[in-house]
């Protein structure tokens, strides 16, 4: 029986070591799922809001893509190619900015640890 300072007891330390070992391993995929989900919402909304030209429109609206190749480190990005898209973002001293990014960016970090604590305590609760 282990006993930290806070009174924490530990009753069956194998059990509880091989829970905590299927805990990091099952959670972590969860959370590497939930950062992909995200990443796809935040790109779709991004394209939703992105400008369109009148004349051969929807070079940005279908230039942004989900980046998870870090996602082992959990970090996933949502890119373009587009070499304008800041310019169309952010204005530039002759055109007014058209956020589009930041936006979808802003609306989806509201849920985004709500989705990761219920994960992380759903994962607890399995046997």
């Known amino acids: 029986m282990a006993k930290n300072k806070s009174g924490f007891e530990i009753v069956n330390v194998k059990e509880f070591t091989n829970k905590l070992a299927k805990f990091n391993k099952f ?16 790109e779709a909304e991004a394209r939703e809001n992105a400008p369109v ?47 589009h990014l930041e936006p ?8 985004f640890f709500a989705s990761i604590e219920k994960t992380v305590k759903d994962e607890w609760k399995k046997p």
Do not use: C, W
């Open 53 to 99: 030209a009148p004349v051969d429109g929807g070079t940005l609206k279908a230039g942004y893509h989900v980046n998870d190749t870090n996602i082992n480190d959990f970090e996933i990005s949502v890119e373009t190619e587009v070499f304008y898209a800041p310019f169309v973002e952010l204005g530039t001293s002759k055109m007014n900015a058209q956020p």
């Open 104 to 111: 979808a960016l802003i609306n989806n970090k509201k849920g």
């Open 27 to 42: 959670t972590s995929k969860g959370v590497k799922d939930r950062l992909r989900e995200r990443g796809l919402m935040i």
